[in-house]
C-alpha cells in the first residue's frame, strides 16, 4: 500500500512504547532496541537502556486464574 501521497502527518495512531525512566518516545518498531532471545523478546530503550516491554512470542497470552 503506497497511498501516502498528499503529506499527510504522522500518524500517532502506531503503538507508541513510552520510557519512563528517560522519557524516550518511539515507535516500537522505530528506535527501540529489540532483543529476540528465542521465544521472548525484550524492548530495551535505546537512551538508557531500560526494559520497556518484555514478552513472549508466543501464542496469545494466557488469562491468569485468581481463583
Ligand atoms: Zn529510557
Same mark, same amino acid.
Not at 527501540?32 to 532471545?37: E, F, I, P
Not at 508466543?58 to 494466557?62: G, L, Q, V
Given at each position: 500500500m503506497n497511498a501516502? =501521497?498528499?503529506g499527510s502527518p504522522p500518524s500517532r495512531g502506531k503503538s507508541v512504547l513510552f520510557c519512563p525512566e528517560c522519557r524516550f518516545e518511539s515507535p516500537?518498531?522505530?528506535g527501540?532496541?529489540?532483543?529476540?532471545?528465542g521465544d521472548e523478546r525484550t524492548i530495551v530503550c535505546p537512551?538508557?537502556?531500560h526494559v =520497556?516491554?518484555?514478552r513472549s512470542a508466543?501464542? =496469545?497470552?494466557?488469562p491468569q486464574h485468581a481463583d
Open positions: 501516502d =501521497a498528499g516500537l518498531s522505530d527501540w532496541l529489540v532483543v529476540s532471545d537512551k538508557c537502556g =520497556a516491554d518484555h508466543r501464542s =496469545a497470552p494466557t
